[in-house]
């Protein structure tokens, strides 16, 4: 899932050089369903094949041991190599080109387009596309939605009636007013105010929106993924990983950082951010705030202390 961004940029750089097949080997029950997987696909915008690997027999034969791994495969067939985890795009970007430039000299690569039906142009378009968090505000008489795979907020009465959408609808990440600012699949909310503050997921930031002025600001991260785990820093400098969800209490808002496997601690207004919780790593374990452990985070609710 954190790979899909980054997978996408070099899809779209290589379009005419570079076929990517998805293979899907599921690590829960439910995830084998097609159609649970057809739904999976629609979330992530996922526009290459995938393959329902549900008995792991893909996985098997090609001596896969990690997700994600990418295999490299050469227009005549051969394995070039593979790569397990996630990566850093610049130098994958880098490999690939070398890979080309090997097989364009040999008069190797086919250059046709590739042609699919995608699973989104089979599907009806509604008002709203895999939201994923709603925050409701009561003595406002307000419901925020993350339109998550719109990539915008919706704004309406509690009786359903939208008053206003913040972001243009296009994946991204720039700041300015309500009509041109762009999110890259939103998630979770947190109000203080006439202050909204937004987990923007896929570009690895914070954001506040002026619902008083109907602007936008990034005050934490840098738009790019923590390359790898990270100690903290000033908000705007510090790459962070996947927020998912926010909450505040006082002048501290803490961030569900499921991408580092972590809680973190945004002081307010926007400065140091830090680790709050949690050691990092993908499992369950009980304990001290410094040695549990909780995978991925998705949710976080504050109630006082």
Known sequence: MHAFPQLRKLEDKYRNELAVVGV?????????????????????????????????????????????????????????????????????????????????????????????????????????????????????????IADSNHHRLVIAGLDGEVRAVVGSGEPGLADGEFVSAKFNDPQGMALDGDALYVADTKNHAIRRVDLSKRRVETIAGTGEPAPSFSNGGLGKTTPIKSPWDVAISGDTLYIAMAGFHQLWRLYLPPGHSERHAVRGRESMVEGRMDVAEVPQPSCIVADGS
């Not at 040999?106 to 089979?122: A, H, N, V």
């Not at 378009?125 to 505000?137: R, V």
């Open 24 to 144: 899907h080997s599921a690590k829960f029950t439910q995830e084998k369903a097609v159609d649970n997987v057809r739904q999976a696909v629609l979330r992530y915008d996922i526009s290459h094949p995938v393959v329902n690997d549900s008995d792991f027999d893909v996985w098997r034969r090609w001596g896969v041991r990690a997700w994600p791994t990418f295999m490299f495969v050469g227009p005549d067939g051969t394995v070039l190599g593979k790569h397990e985890g996630e990566f850093d795009v610049e130098a994958l970007d880098g490999a690939i080109a070398n890979i080309i430039a090997d097989f364009d000299g040999r008069g190797l690569i086919d250059r046709t387009p590739l042609s699919f039906t995608l699973e989104r142009d089979k599907m009806a378009q509604g008002p709203l596309s895999f939201p994923g968090k709603l925050l409701a505000h009561e003595p406002s008489d307000t419901l925020f």
